[in-house]
């Protein structure tokens, strides 16, 4: 049998306003944008917790945060005598794709624990030490050592990729993660200056710098110059696109692009000034759940296959990639039964999923969690708030609190969505790593959460 072959792309910290095909002018993507031409992109795809190594596990696993115990970013565990591997018998999809015949490779950003030791079924491992630094001589690890990559790291990795994809045979199919750090912080005197000059003079309209939000953080790693961020920002994803312009290249020189499955997908959103505040979840604290913060960009391309150039609606989400991606490939998942998520297998090959059409998301960063629909937002911070109620169909900027203003009415809505919330969270949390219970503040996790952590202190 002749079986798809999986390249996934996966960006850091990239708001899903931050393409041309998802209507920005300002920003140059031409190659997500032909990826967009020739797949479809999802508009309304969500990540399962607002901040990056959450994000990434449940793609990895299928498991919500509170299933796998990846609660914030991992701050501590990644290198040294510490090490942590956090998803130590967690099964990866990676995993069963390996035992089904596939070559895995990863090239770029782990930020899972335990750097140096390759896992879920990776025999190529190619990964940063940590989850972030700056862009050149960045800390990476390269056939199982610890260097220094003098270049710049966005074309590192792809040359990395290149490499992977390079070496392939028929005889096998492979499936290689390409993680870019782009376009994570830093942003000034980071990208290359070709890229930098095409923002000079852009107004950036499509960030707005609003008044200060009452919970933003003070004092931001990246000083309060918000246009010379704002280039780099922009630099930083153009740069991005045109590395994955040679892997889509790549694949079409050897001739595997009608048998390759593209995914593009960022990890969680992020606010350039959007609703006051630089950054996602953690952005704020309390921890907020906003759309710029938990929508992510999400574009599945497969010409021959797929259809192309469609905007698909459906309510999606992180914790359904897993499933997605399996049905695709042909691979049975033994423990699908206790996950969360539902393949969206058939939306790719253009049926109607018509349960899809009034589905609830859910997002958790630690003690807060959200459930949404076309038509509402709940955000419940536990113990003691404050929570949130968004009327989206006359509100979907999320300006007006319905239960700060909305009356009797807004509160009996919120109750009905905070039925919905804990009865979905009650099937699906493990005891023993519910994150309600977890002092999570965004300032990073630093030891296993939960019963695992045996009292230690977890989290920053």
Request: hydrophobic share 35%; charged share 20%.
């Amino acid at each position: 049998m002749n079986r798809t072959n999986v390249l996934f792309i996966l960006s850091d910290d990239q708001g899903a306003w931050a393409m041309g095909c998802a209507g920005n002018s300002e920003i140059r993507t031409p190659n997500l944008d032909r990826l967009a031409a020739t797949g479809i992109r999802f508009d309304n795809f969500f990540c399962t917790s607002p901040v990056c190594s959450p994000a990434r596990a449940t793609l990895l696993t299928g498991r919500i945060p509170s299933q796998h115990g990846v609660h914030d970013w991992i701050r501590e565990g990644s290198m040294g005598e510490g090490a942590i591997e956090y998803l130590h018998g967690q099964t990866g999809y990676t995993e069963l794709l390996a035992a089904g015949g596939y070559s895995c490779g990863l090239s770029g950003k782990w930020h899972l624990g335990d750097s140096i030791h390759p896992q879920k079924g990776f025999s190529h491992w190619f990964v940063h030490q940590s989850g972030g630094s700056p862009y050149y001589n960045a800390p990476m690890i390269r056939n199982g050592e610890p260097v220094v990559e003098p270049g710049y790291l966005t074309e590192v990795i792809t040359d990395d990729a290149l490499q992977f994809l390079d070496r392939q045979t028929e005889e096998e199919p492979f499936y290689l993660s390409v993680h870019y750090t782009a376009p994570h912080s830093p942003w000034i005197g980071n990208h290359p200056e070709e890229y930098v000059k095409l923002y000079e003079d852009c107004p950036f309209e499509s960030c707005p710098q609003e008044p200060a939000h009452p919970w933003t953080i003070p004092d931001a790693p990246w000083g309060s110059d918000w246009r010379e961020n704002l280039k780099g920002y922009f630099a930083a994803v153009t740069a991005m696109d045109a590395q994955i312009g040679r892997l889509i290249d790549k694949l079409e020189e050897k001739d595997l692009r009608e048998n390759t499955l593209i995914v593009f997908m960022g990890d969680n959103g992020f606010n350039c000034g959007h609703h006051g505040f630089w950054g996602k979840g953690n952005g704020t604290f309390p921890q907020n759940m906003y759309d710029t913060s938990v929508k992510v960009p999400a574009i599945f391309s497969h010409p021959g296959t797929l259809a192309e150039g469609e905007v698909c609606s459906a309510m999606l989400s992180g914790y359904d990639f897993m499933p997605t991606l399996l049905e695709y490939v042909g691979i049975e998942h033994p423990g699908a039964a206790g996950l969360p998520g539902a393949s969206f297998a058939p939306l790719l090959r253009g049926e109607s999923m018509k349960e899809r059409e009034h589905i609830f998301v859910f997002d958790e960063y630690g003690p807060v969690r959200m459930i949404r629909n076309r038509e509402w937002k709940y955000v419940h911070r536990y113990p003691y708030g404050p929570h949130e109620l968004y009327d989206l169909a006359s509100d979907p900027d999320e300006r007006v609190n319905l239960l700060e203003h909305g009356g009797e009415a807004s509160g009996e809505r919120a109750a009905e969505l905070k039925a919905e919330l804990d009865e979905w969270f009650v099937r699906y949390v493990d005891p023993r790593l519910d994150g309600a219970r977890e002092a999570v503040r965004g300032g990073g996790q630093v030891a296993l959460a939960g019963t695992a952590g045996k009292g230690k202190p977890a989290f920053k």
